[in-house]
């Protein structure tokens, strides 16, 4: 093959050669690490949840209550006056929570969407835990509200308003609510509530809390904001796996 004839061969070579498929190239090769990555979270979030819900569920589970699981479980629930879901659960989940926190704001429709999900099986009850300004006259407000069977609407309200309202305005929400403003501002007034407000307290700081919001799920503690998704997800993990009729889940110390 003469010279000429080499260059033109190497001409037609450069001219037809195979374009470099999209996964060699650097924005494919970026994908590739993006979805990689994702599995990774996904997958991680799994095993996350079943960990939680395998040690929630699966531990041992004793069919007759001791002494001392029966003063943990009193311990975790408090009075338990103000919940959602039914009186005889398969699942109960306490909530410490404290109505100025950013942080239990976030969670405050992740409960609804659950009582809604799984009302039937589970119970949710909301205790205070306060550490911001104003957090008693705010937990006041609810339970007066709930004085009159509004107190999950006062909770929502509270919640969805947290950045706006002062003290001076929580007669407008009991108006709003339809409640009777003169009956929800002498029980305010009166702090009607503080005991079981700072009982809530005390029995949260036994329990070893220190921020909010706290769960105890079947008196097994996570802490922090929960994902909504695995949330959701640990209830139903939890409810599927759930003993029969009457059995305990042992209270642990804490994390």
């Known amino acids: 093959m003469g010279i000429q004839e080499r260059a033109n061969w190497l001409e037609r070579q450069a001219r037809y050669k195979t374009r470099p498929r999209w996964y060699k190239k650097w924005w494919g090769i970026l994908i590739l690490i993006i979805l990689f990555l994702f599995l990774i979270l996904l997958v991680g979030s799994g095993i996350y ?106 909770h929502d309200l509270l919640f969805s308003k947290q950045d706006q309202i002062t003290v001076a305005d929580l007669p407008s929400l009991a108006k709003d609510l339809g409640l009777d403003v003169d009956r929800f501002n002498q029980c305010l007034q009166a702090k009607t509530y503080d005991p079981i407000i700072t009982q809530d307290y005390y029995d949260a700081a036994r329990l070893g809390v220190a921020g909010t919001p706290t769960w105890f799920i079947n008196s097994y503690k996570a802490q922090g904001a929960i994902n909504r998704a695995d949330f959701l997800k640990l209830i139903a993990e939890v409810l599927n796996s759930a003993p029969a009729k009457g059995a305990v889940i042992p209270a642990k110390a804490g994390n």
């Open 49 to 154: 949840v079943w960990q939680q819900a395998k040690e929630i569920s699966a531990n041992n589970f004793y069919f007759q209550k001791t002494a001392e699981q029966k003063t943990q479980k009193e311990l975790v629930e408090g009075f338990g006056e103000n919940w959602l879901g039914t009186s005889t659960p398969k699942l109960t989940i306490v909530e410490f929570s404290d109505f100025a926190c950013p942080y239990s704001r976030e969670s405050a429709p992740i409960v609804r969407e659950a009582a809604l999900m799984y009302g039937q099986n589970i119970k949710i009850i909301f205790r205070d835990f306060l550490g911001h300004e104003n957090s008693m006259d705010l937990a006041n407000a609810a339970r007066c509200a709930g004085a009159q069977n509004k107190f999950w609407e006062m």
